[in-house]
């Protein structure tokens, strides 16, 4: 669509024809354009070019490297409008959440900003006469950060910002779900260098790069010696494969990953309060958050008020264009996250469960889209599949009588 490619336009995100990724909106499955893919033999010289930076930036002042992340930071306050609205047309989060993302990049560079003049080291008292020591911390070196598509900016930015106060270069693999915020997100880094130029101070090139691809670019990155601590965030079994292979030559990891998480509700309970934090919690992004709500453990007292408020509220969810002011629950990222949504709720009714609320495809003027009413399951006890997480709006319910049984679940 021409607004699609208005946005792009404003962030200076220029797509390639002869690109062999193609990038599609889960509001209407159409095409954003296509985009140029690294290989997994690219790999080694972005390296090098991050190391090359890394020696440069590890000499300058940290909270004149605290000015650069000041300067990032205000360029993403002029862009958030535009960047909130690229990530919503890229992965399908309501615009409210895309453009609270983009805040959340905002509020870390504040934090950077001033952390980089809190790197305390201290100062220990010696046994001989008139020495002391002096502890110093250093930078680690090039950082890479593997990102998934349902915080397509924002995780970035959480590393980004953090690495570069203390002295690190950045190369950032991001999904390849979600390339062109990627993108966008370096020519605004470009353009607070080119300010941080301008005011007299010096910044290496490539210093931040991207790196588009797939899992064998990934895996080509995690494998490489030249990244001393990798940021990978995705599912469990992606970061058991990169925690192993990053120990296995003595590098650090940090990893954010999947949750299946459960909140019980107790006799005591606001009922109208719970069930506003069990729809948030559980419909929000589509399901598709590692915090989003997916089981359900309430005291058998109260279920009979609950379930019944619960299922009127799942009724009166707007599901459509993210775009659109209103809207609370967008589309799934892409079919394949519809298919597996349904494949869950099949197993869950083979299981003993049963869809009290939603679970079916929502038909809507965007049609190209992979809309759906979240599903509401009640479950007779916590099976298989219950604890399973399944990246989509997948709520399952059960009761409890006592709060050590509730906890044991």
């Known amino acids: 669509m021409a607004d699609y490619q208005d946005t792009l336009k404003a962030l200076d995100v220029k797509t390639d024809a002869k690109g062999t990724l193609e990038v599609f909106s889960p509001i209407d499955d159409s095409s954003l354009g296509k985009v140029k893919e690294h290989a997994p033999g690219d790999v080694a010289a972005i390296a090098r070019n991050a190391q090359n930076a890394f020696e440069d930036w590890r000499k300058v002042p940290a909270p004149v490297r605290g000015e650069f992340v000041r300067l990032l930071g205000e360029e993403l306050r002029v862009a958030k409008d535009d960047l909130g609205k690229l990530t919503t047309i890229e992965c399908g989060k309501i615009l409210s959440e895309g453009l609270g993302e983009v805040q959340e990049m905002i509020d870390i560079c504040d934090f950077a900003v001033g952390l980089?003049?809190?790197?305390?080291?201290?100062?220990i008292g010696s046994e001989r006469p008139e020495h002391h020591m002096r502890e110093v911390w250093h930078p680690l070196?090039?950082?890479?950060?593997?990102?998934?598509f349902n915080f397509p900016v924002a995780v970035w930015c959480w590393n980004a910002a953090i690495a570069l106060v203390c002295g690190n270069s950045i190369v950032w693999?991001?999904?390849?779900?979600?390339?062109?915020?990627?993108?966008?997100?370096q020519k605004l880094f470009d353009k607070a260098a080119a300010k941080f130029k301008a005011a007299g101070h010096d910044i290496p090139d490539n210093l931040s790069q991207v790196i588009i691809g797939g899992r064998e670019v990934g895996a080509a990155m995690?494998?490489?010696p030249a990244f001393p601590l990798i940021s990978a965030t995705g599912s469990v079994p992606m970061g058991r494969a990169v925690g192993q292979a990053v120990a296995k030559r003595l590098g650090r990891s940090l990893l954010e990953l999947g949750g299946n998480n459960a909140l019980v509700i107790t006799p005591s309970a606001d009922l109208d309060m719970a069930v506003r934090a069990i729809l948030f919690g559980a419909v929000?992004?589509?399901g598709q958050r590692c915090t989003t709500t997916r089981r359900l453990i309430v005291h058998e007292d109260i279920y009979g008020s609950l379930i019944p408020a619960l299922q009127k509220a799942y009724e009166q969810i707007r599901i459509g264009n993210p775009l659109e002011e209103g809207t609370l629950v967008g589309p799934l990222v892409d079919h394949a996250a519809l298919d597996h949504m349904m494949e869950a709720l099949e197993l869950?009714?083979?299981q003993g469960g049963k869809v009290i609320a939603g679970g079916e495809r929502a038909h809507s003027d965007w049609d190209g889209g992979a809309y759906v009413h979240p599903a509401?399951?009640?479950m007779p006890k916590q099976t298989k599949i219950v604890c399973k997480e399944t990246f989509a709006p997948i709520l399952y319910v059960m009761k409890y009588k006592t709060l050590d049984e509730a906890i044991a679940l």
């Not at 693999?173 to 997100?185: F, Q």
Request: charged share 15%.
């Open 141 to 148: 070196g090039p950082v890479g950060i593997i990102s998934a």
């Open 222 to 224: 995690v494998d490489h």
């Open 348 to 350: 869950a009714m083979e």
């Open 376 to 378: 509401l399951v009640e």
């Open 284 to 286: 929000g992004t589509a």
């Open 173 to 185: 693999k991001p999904s390849e779900k979600t390339p062109l915020t990627a993108l966008a997100c």
């Open 116 to 123: 980089s003049r809190q790197l305390y080291g201290l100062t």
